[in-house]
C-alpha cells in the first residue's frame, strides 16, 4: 500500500509539473495574447479614462469618491459609501477591494447610515428622507463605478449651482451617463460616476 | 419592466442556456470518459510522464493517486507563495506568511479557494497564475474523474478495475476543462473583464488625488474560477470587483459558467448508465432544492428586517449597484448550491433569511448542484442512502441500478455524508467556546454566531465563500478550517472511491418485482427528502441560533 502511495505521488508530481506549464503558463498567456487585440486590449487593461489634457484620470468601471477642495462649493456627483474609507462617505482605498460586511442588524451599520444620510441631505440641502438607499449604503468591492439615477438626480442641482453650468446641461450629462438594463432585463439601471464627472469637467473648459 | 418581472427574465435565460447545453455537454463528457483511444498529444504526455495509459486500477490505487496527486499540489502551491520574492513578476510582494500559504495552498487544491489574504496586495501574476490558475484547472479534474470513477462502479460488473485516474485527470484537462476556459475567458475579455501583466495603472483622478488601481490576469483565472466551482477572486472583492465582474452580461455568464458542468453531469451519468431518465431525476431533485432556496433568499432580501437596512430604506450594504438584489441572490444560491464560493455581493451583509439560505445551501452537502464532479458523487451517495432507506421500509435487500446495497455499501455512503456535519459542528462549536473567538467577529449576537458556523460549513464542503466579517487570520483559525477543508474533502471522496469499487466488484442483479424504480418522479421525492432530513435532522438546533433567530428578530 505504502509503495503503491509512493508510486503514485511520483506519477502525480510529473503530471503536476507538466500541467503547470499548460494551465499555468500556456493558457493564462494564450488568453492574455487575445486580449491584445485592437478592442479588447482596452477593457483588459482597466477600461482607463482620460481628462480633457491627457492624465490617466480613473477608470469607466471603477468608482472613487472625488473629494471637493472646498466642501462648501462642491462641483463633483460622488459615488457610494466605500467599506474601506476612512470617512463614513469616502474615498475608497483602491488597492484593498472589499464590502463592510456589517449584518443588517448590526448597530454600528445603523450609526453609520444615519450619519451618511445626515451628511448626504446637508450636502445636497435635502431632507434626509430623499436621500436613495444606494447613497447610503457601502458597495460589495468598494469601488462601485455607478449610482442608481435618483441618487444622481439628487446632485444634480447642486453640480449645476457650484458649476454654473444650466441644469438642463447636467441632466444631459447625467442621462448621457446613464445605462439601462442589459438586453432590457439584466442588472439594474445605473449611471457611471467617473465617466459623468469627467464630462462635467469637459463641459467647463469648453 | 419592475424589478421582480426582470429578475425572473433573467432566471429564465439562464436556466434556457443551460437546457441548451444539458445533452450536449452532458453527452460530450460522458463520451470523454468511455472512448478507448487517446487524443495523440495524450500519448504523447503519457509518455513523458511514464504512465500505462492502457491499465486499469483498482480503487486503493486510484485513491492513492489522488491523494499522490493533491499532495504534491499542496507542497508545490506552497513552495511558490513562500518563495515569491524570487519568483518574476512578483512586484516586489514579500513571501506569504507560513500559515496563510499552508490555508491557501490546501484552500486552492480542495477546490475550495476560501482566502485569508487581500490577493491585490499579498499575491503577483507567477503565483496566481502557475500556482493559483493550475489548482484552479486540476482541483476541478480531480472532482471529475472520482466521480466518473464512482459512475463505473455502477457500470461495471464483476471487475476491480474502476479506470486509469492518470488518463481521467488528463482527459478531464485537456478535453474538457481547457477548452471550455478558453472559450469562456474570451468570452469574458469581450465583456470588459481585465486581463493585464501590469502591477496596476497610477490615475489622478478630476479631484487631483492620486490612486493606484491594481491590474492582473484576471480573465484566464475568472474563466476557470467559475467553470471549475472553485471561486477564488484575484482581487479581494471577488466578483464584485468590476475588474472581474463588469456588468450584468458579465454577471450572468459567470453564473451560467458556474452551473454549467454540475448540472449536465447528470446526463453524463445518465447516458452512461445508459437511462438518462436516472440523470433527469437527480437535476430534477437539484434543480427544485436550489429554485426554492433562491425564492426564499429574493424574498428576504426584499423585505428586510434589520434596523440598518431599515434605516437605509433596503438590503443594499454589500451589493453593487449594476447587480441590485435579483443578481446578487441569484449569485448568491448559484455560488453556494454549487461549490464555488466566489461572490458578488457580500453575504455577511445579507438579511437573516438571505444569509441563512446561503449557509443552508451549503449545509444540504452542497447538492444543488454541487461542485464539478463533487456535486454528482454527493447526490449519488444521498441516492444511495435513499434507496436503502425505501428498502428499509418494505423490508427487502435493496438495490439501486442493479447493484445491491449491503453493509460495505451503504457504510462507505453513510461515512460520505457524516464527515461534513461532524467537522462542522465540532468546528464551530469549538471555535465559540474559546474566548478569543468573540474578538474575531465582525457582528454580535445571533449574526455573530452564523459567521463563525458560516466560516466552518464553507470550509468543510469545501465552497470558499464566507460572511467574511470574522477575522480568519489567526493560527487557530487558519489550522482548524485548513483541516475542515482537508477532511472534508479527501474522507468523502476515499469513502467514494471505496463504495464504487465495491459497486464494481458486484455482478448487476435483474430488477425484480419489488425492485424501486430510481427512473420515475416519486425516487426524485424520495432523494430530495433524505437531503433535506438529513440536513434538518442535523442542523435545526445551530441554524435555529443563528440565521432563523436573526430572521425572526
Known sequence: MLSTLRRQTGTGLRLLIVFTIVCGIVYPLAVWGVSRIPGLSGSAEGSVVTAADGTVAGSSVIGVDPVPANPAADPYFHTRPAASAQGVLGPADTTTSGGSNKAADSQDLLHEVEQRRAAIAQREGVAPAAVPTDAVTASGSGLDPDISPAYAALQVARVARVTGLPVAQVQGLVAQATSGRALGFLGEPAVDVTTLNLAVQGALHR | ?553
Not at chain 2, 500505462?52 to 506552497?78: E, I, K, M
Not at chain 2, 512578483?90 to 490555508?103: E, K, L
Not at chain 2, 461534513?420 to 462549536?429: D, E, F, H, K, S
Not at chain 2, 464542503?461 to 480568519?472: Q, R
Request: charged share 10%.
Open chain 2, 1 to 553: 419592466m419592475s424589478d421582480t418581472l426582470a429578475g425572473l427574465f433573467q432566471v429564465a435565460a439562464l436556466l434556457v442556456l443551460l437546457g441548451v447545453c444539458y445533452v450536449p455537454l452532458g453527452d460530450y463528457m460522458a463520451r470523454v470518459f468511455t472512448a478507448e483511444r487517446h487524443w495523440r498529444i495524450e500519448s504523447m504526455l503519457y509518455r513523458l510522464v511514464r504512465v500505462d495509459a492502457s491499465s486499469g486500477q483498482r480503487w486503493p490505487t486510484y485513491a492513492a493517486g489522488v491523494l499522490g496527486f493533491s499532495f504534491v499540489s499542496c507542497a508545490l502551491l506552497y513552495l511558490l507563495q513562500r518563495l515569491q520574492p524570487v519568483l518574476p513578476a512578483s512586484f516586489g510582494r514579500g513571501p506569504v506568511p507560513p500559515a496563510t500559504a499552508f490555508n491557501t495552498a490546501v484552500s486552492f487544491v480542495t477546490n475550495t479557494n476560501w482566502q485569508s489574504y487581500v490577493p491585490e496586495q499579498t499575491l503577483g501574476d507567477t503565483v496566481q497564475m502557475a500556482g493559483l490558475t493550475v489548482q484552479n484547472v486540476l482541483s476541478a479534474a480531480v472532482g471529475l474523474a472520482v466521480a466518473v470513477a464512482l459512475i463505473r462502479g455502477f457500470v461495471r460488473s464483476g471487475t476491480d478495475r474502476l479506470g486509469n485516474v492518470w488518463v481521467d485527470l488528463t482527459r478531464g484537462t485537456v478535453r474538457i476543462l481547457l477548452p471550455l476556459a478558453f472559450v469562456a475567458a474570451v468570452l469574458l475579455l469581450v465583456m470588459g473583464v481585465t486581463m493585464s501583466l501590469h502591477a496596476g495603472v497610477d490615475t489622478t483622478g478630476v479631484d487631483g488625488a492620486a490612486h493606484t488601481l491594481p491590474l492582473a490576469p484576471t480573465a484566464s483565472q475568472e474563466a476557470i474560477k467559475q467553470l471549475g466551482t472553485n471561486g477564488g477572486g484575484i482581487f479581494n472583492a471577488n466578483s464584485a470587483h468590476p475588474f472581474e465582474n463588469p456588468n450584468a452580461v458579465s454577471n450572468l455568464f459567470q453564473i451560467f459558467l458556474m452551473l454549467l458542468i454540475p448540472v449536465c453531469l447528470t446526463r453524463t451519468f445518465g447516458t452512461m448508465v445508459r437511462n438518462p431518465r436516472q440523470g433527469t431525476v437527480l437535476v430534477s431533485v437539484m434543480g427544485v432544492l436550489w429554485a426554492g432556496l433562491l425564492a426564499v433568499a429574493w424574498y428576504a432580501e426584499m423585505h428586510p428586517n434589520g434596523p440598518a437596512a431599515l434605516a437605509a430604506g433596503g438590503a443594499l450594504e454589500g451589493k453593487e449597484v449594476r447587480f441590485g438584489i435579483p443578481s446578487s441572490v441569484l449569485f448568491g444560491i448559484s455560488t453556494t448550491g454549487t461549490s464555488t464560493g466566489a461572490v458578488n455581493s457580500m453575504h455577511d451583509s445579507f438579511t437573516g433569511g438571505a444569509g441563512g439560505a446561503t449557509l443552508l445551501n451549503m449545509l444540504l452537502g452542497e447538492v444543488a448542484p454541487g461542485g464539478v464532479g463533487t456535486g454528482l458523487y454527493g447526490i449519488l451517495v444521498l441516492a444511495v442512502i435513499a434507496v436503502f432507506l425505501a428498502g428499509l421500509m418494505v423490508g427487502r435487500t435493496p438495490e439501486y441500478l442493479g447493484k445491491k446495497l449491503g453493509r460495505r455499501e451503504v457504510t462507505a455512503a453513510a461515512v460520505s455524508i457524516l464527515v461534513m456535519p461532524t467537522i462542522v459542528l465540532i468546528g464551530a462549536g469549538l471555535a465559540i467556546a474559546l474566548p478569543g473567538t468573540a474578538g474575531a467577529l465582525n457582528n454580535g449576537g445571533a449574526h455573530g454566531f452564523s459567521e463563525v458556523l458560516y466560516a466552518y460549513a464553507s470550509t468543510a464542503n469545501n465552497n470558499g465563500s464566507a460572511f467574511a466579517g470574522i477575522t480568519v487570520t489567526g493560527n487557530f483559525f487558519q489550522s482548524t478550517l485548513g483541516v475542515a477543508m482537508l477532511l472534508g474533502r479527501f474522507v468523502p471522496i476515499l469513502a467514494v472511491l471505496a463504495l464504487a469499487g465495491s459497486l464494481a466488484a458486484q455482478r448487476r442483479v435483474e430488477p425484480g418485482a419489488g425492485t424501486l424504480p430510481t427512473d420515475k418522479p416519486q425516487f426524485a421525492v424520495l432523494v430530495g427528502g433524505t437531503v433535506v432530513l438529513v440536513a434538518a435532522l442535523t442542523f435545526f438546533p445551530a441554524l435555529a441560533l443563528g440565521p432563523i433567530a436573526e430572521a425572526l428578530a
